[in-house]
């Protein structure tokens, strides 16, 4: 199963019922959950929702430090990640809510078969401004220049676009790519 960690925005109920249409099983869980608590799921991973602030994420920073499963960060999920290992978050230069194209630079394992380009949805009001040391780029737009990254060693994945909406066609696959990286994950 797949923890969906609510950072009170107003996608996280839509992640989880991607993945219930996937049939990838999953719960939607509070940001307040505790660590002892998260374990006690024995989830495959955790996907952090979006969200309004850093301020109401809750332990979202903790389960990316401190716990050991794949983490799928989705738009302040991803922020969450890179402020967490280092990396610098802050206002988009320019505030978008539209389609737009970003361009994979390393198709790695949540991008697998969507490269080189992929239309998405994208909600930039704040974003990653630094990559976070050990994290690699994983793609980019011409809005936002690290639209997703990945921890060299850890199976830590940050993406700024919303993957779960209708705007963002080929959406489901990264879903799919990322349970498979869960699945493989579990098996070590």
């Known amino acids: ?23 990838i099983p999953s719960e939607l869980v509070s940001n307040t959950t505790t660590l002892e608590e998260i374990e006690a799921k024995e989830p495959l ?39 967490a290992y280092g990396g610098d978050i802050g206002s988009a230069g320019s505030e978008s809510y539209a389609q737009i194209q970003i361009d994979i630079l390393d198709e790695d394992d ?12 994208a909600s930039h ?3 990653v401004c630094q990559l976070p040391p050990e994290f690699n780029l994983l793609a980019s737009s011409s809005i936002c220049q690290i639209e997703a990254m990945k ?17 963002t066609p080929k959406g ?3 879903f799919e790519n990322f349970h ?5 994950y579990s098996q070590k």
């Open 110 to 121: 949540i991008f697998k078969g969507l490269g080189p380009q992929m239309e998405v949805w």
């Open 151 to 167: 921890h060299q060693n850890k199976p830590l994945y940050g993406i700024q676009f919303h993957p779960e909406v209708y705007h």
């Open 1 to 23: 199963m797949i923890l969906v960690i609510n950072n009170h925005g107003q996608y996280n109920h839509r992640i989880h019922r991607t993945l219930h249409y996937l049939k």
């Open 45 to 83: 991973g955790l996907i952090l929702g979006g969200g309004p602030s850093v301020e109401r994420s809750g332990n979202s920073t903790q389960y990316v430090k401190e716990l050991d499963y794949p983490v799928l960060g989705i738009c302040l999920g991803h922020q969450v990640m890179a402020q």
């Open 125 to 127: 009001k704040d974003e």
């Open 180 to 184: 498979a990286v869960c699945k493989e």
């Open 172 to 174: 489901p696959k990264v």
